[in-house]
């Protein structure tokens, strides 16, 4: 593992990008007088927002895709193209990386009138820190450990092995992903771009272990992250696992872009 930490001066992945669509735009969007929008293949999201939803968000009379915010790419994206639904092994050295174990599936579909359906081909990279709050391939670090891209299949779904992230001064716990639409000749015709955040109480059994606990305790939760702030409980994951035996997760997207 390697323990060189970020910067600080590359530990500004801090711009704010995106906005919300409340629960009445997205009615609207999603068929109760949006027809005319999703009919002309527009961005399911306000100006700015990158044109995206994801689900599971429990409100009445919504279908599991709901309107959520994009955010900062961050300092640490590298386009490695390294297609793999492991993400824990460094190519250069074969170490893998130390933590516990997280599953993460992403189903992504295309939102139309009345709900959503699957959709295959887009291009879902996930990139994070370690369990001491370190990237891969950036600020000075060296290889591609905990970093990977998945073309989603038929039912619209890429999984990933990874760990559960650690942490970095002036950020709450998060991993970064990116979608990117690709046509029948496998070219990119769009790209999304946000965070997915933990629970807290999940968060603090995990860093209470080896390795985590290296690091010490962590210095910005999630109220007090400015990204987090700016949409984030609507990109919290829902965990089902401990500690012991290791978490999964599954985040719906329903994207209209591309």
Known sequence: MNLHPPRPDDDNDDEMVGTLLGRRQALRLLGLGGAAALAAGGVLAQRGAGGTSAGTSGVTGLPGCVVRPAMTEGPFYVDEGLRRSDIRRDTTTGQVSAGVPLTLE????????GGCTPRQNVLVDVWQCDALGVYSGVAGNTGDFLRGAQVTDARGRATFTTVYPGWYPGRAVHIHFKL???????????EFTSQLFFPEEVTDR?????????????????AQDGIYRNGGNQLLLSLTGSPEQGYRATFDVGLNIG
């Open 206 to 222: 995990v860093h209470a272990r080896v390795p985590y606990n290296r690091k010490g305790r962590r210095t910005t939760l999630n």
């Open 180 to 190: 990117r639409p690709l046509n029948a000749a496998g070219r990119v015709t769009g």
């Open 106 to 113: 992403f189903v992504t579909s295309r939102v139309a009138v």
